[in-house]
């Protein structure tokens, strides 16, 4: 006596198909249509990714600097005596925690006027990031001129992520690592506060 197995099935042999019926014939049609649109949708997604972390580090660069600027505008940083590096401390805590403050450069310049502030680049001629305005021991007074006067602030970062993932290169390399410089930069005419 037989004893039948249901999950013992017995496969048909394999059969040549006749070129016509190659055209009719539909199995892994799925994966194929996958393969054609799965490619581009993922290059999407990352480059969506991307631009959405680029544009979150420029937004905290620039609120630090709009937050952190704010004590050179009102006189509070050359009354007080803050130094250079403790204003780059400022800019890092109204930056956030996202922000790695080794990386960061602070240029300051001052003027009498708007015609006497020239913009600084963040790179060198040798595509090296520049250094911070003075030792870090300087006081941001020395740099921000008295009262009424005009100052540009502007931060250089060298964005050490762009190096992880190479499609984020969207700025200049710092030094040939294959990090991206990304520079956030506020101007005013600080008060009367004298």
Known sequence: MRIPFPFLK??????????????KDERGLAAVEFAIVATPFFLFVLGLLGVGLYYFTMSSLEYGAEGAARQIRTGQAQKGALTVGQFKNLVCGAAGSYIN??????????????????PQSCVDSKNNMVGSTGASSDTVSTYTGAADEVVLVTLCYQWDLAQTF?????????NGSGSAILQASTAFQTEPYS
């Open 101 to 118: 403050c080794s990386k960061l450069s602070v240029i300051i310049q001052s003027g009498a006027n708007w015609s006497n502030i020239a």
């Open 10 to 23: 017995r496969s048909r042999p394999l059969r040549r198909l006749p070129a016509s019926e190659w055209a």
């Open 166 to 174: 190479s499609f984020l290169k969207l700025g200049a390399n710092a």
